[in-house]
Structures are given as C-alpha cells and as structure tokens.
C-alpha cells in the first residue's frame, strides 16, 4: 500500500493506524513503487489546488491504477480531490467522481473542527460495524458535492447536510480522519484494509 503525500498533514500517523491492521504502508517515494501498490490512501488537510499541483506528475498512474480496480481511499482533503474541480480555487481534482467542492456556509464557523457524527445514508462494507451516530473527527472548511448521490455512504450535519463517506467501486472516501477518530475510524480502516487482502 502506498500513502502519497499531497499536501500539509501527519503521514506517520495514517502510516501507523494502517500498519495496526496488518497493511504494509509505506510513503510514496517514486513513480516505480506507485506502479506497483496493491492499493493508495490519498490523505491531506489544505488547499485544493496546491495540493492538485503535488500530485500533478502522479495522476496518470493514479487514474490507471483506479482503472484496474486498485482499492483507494481519499481522506480529507484526499476525499475532495477525487472529484472534479472546486469553487475555492481553478485546481483541477483527479475526475475520479463527478462533482464539486463547495464551501461551508458562512454562518458556521470554520473550520469545522472536531467530534461530529455520520447518518448512513446506505450500506456499504466499509461502513461495516460502524453505528449510526458514532463520531469521527473533523477539520475541513469545504465538503465535497457528488452530482451522483447514490455514491454517497453517509452524511453529517454542520450548518448543512454535507457528503462525510462516498464509494463508488474500487474508490472511498472520508471527509472526517479516521486514523484519529478513535475505535470507529480503526475498525473503518480494518475495513479497508480487508477490502485491499481480498
């Protein structure tokens, strides 16, 4: 498993809590091991565009990867670069899945920033042993926008219901962090990590 680095965050701690469920993780460091991985988690927290920008040299093999049903999870800011563009910048997203980022509404405070909950909006095996209302840990000021909203797993509320988990085939995504979300983020990222052994 490869974990590319895209933008400001702590690589070392989604490297930890995915090596506690058995993965070998490892941070991207060349095209040659991309090429090889058996799965990726995109992770970030900042800017859209900026990190865009980082990963530009990396998109095809990413997109090629997706393509051959390579599992891959978005995290945060990862989440959102699966899509397609955002209103806060001209960035361009990896068109994994189609549509936008918008920005929270300016009557909330933002960033959003700490403990929130999901709503399941459907079944899916990586929400499996998750609660409705369990509670993960937040810190975005924009969420993601699917044109396809059968893609969307779960939803959480601040200010509006925004999308908190997608999955669309071999592609995941979380807008909250699991690798800090205590017991329910680490049996989300078992879950993942089963999807990646299968």
């Known amino acids: 498993m490869i974990i590319i680095d895209c933008s400001i965050g702590n690589l ?7 090596k506690k469920t058995g993965l070998d993780a490892f941070i991207f460091s060349s095209l040659e091991t991309l090429k090889d991985a058996d799965a990726i988690v995109l992770p970030g927290v900042g800017n859209f565009k900026m990190a865009a920008q980082r990963i530009q040299l990396l ?4 997109l090629e ?7 891959l999870l978005g995290i945060c800011l990862g989440m959102q670069l699966l899509f397609e563009k955002t209103e806060d910048s001209s960035g361009s997203g990896l068109r994994l899945l189609h549509g936008r ?3 929270l509404p ?3 405070k933002t960033p959003h920033m700490g403990w929130n909950t999901l709503r399941i909006s459907r079944q899916n095996e990586l929400l499996e ?3 409705e209302g369990d509670y993960f840990y937040f810190v975005h000021s924009y969420y993601a926008d699917p044109s396809d909203k059968e893609i969307i797993v779960a939803e959480t509320d601040y200010g509006v219901s925004f999308t908190s988990v997608v999955a669309y085939r071999n592609i995941y995504g979380t807008q909250f962090h699991p690798e800090k979300s205590g017991k329910p983020g680490a049996r989300m990222l078992q879950n993942f990590a089963r999807i990646v052994k299968r």
Do not use: C, M, N
Not at 12 to 18: D, E, G, M, Q, Y
């Open 129 to 131: 042993g998750i609660e």
């Open 59 to 62: 998109t095809s093999s990413i």
């Open 106 to 108: 300016a009557y909330v």
């Open 101 to 103: 980022v918008s920005r």
């Open 65 to 71: 990867l997706a393509e051959e049903e390579v599992p």
């Open 12 to 18: 070392f701690s989604i490297r930890h809590a995915l």
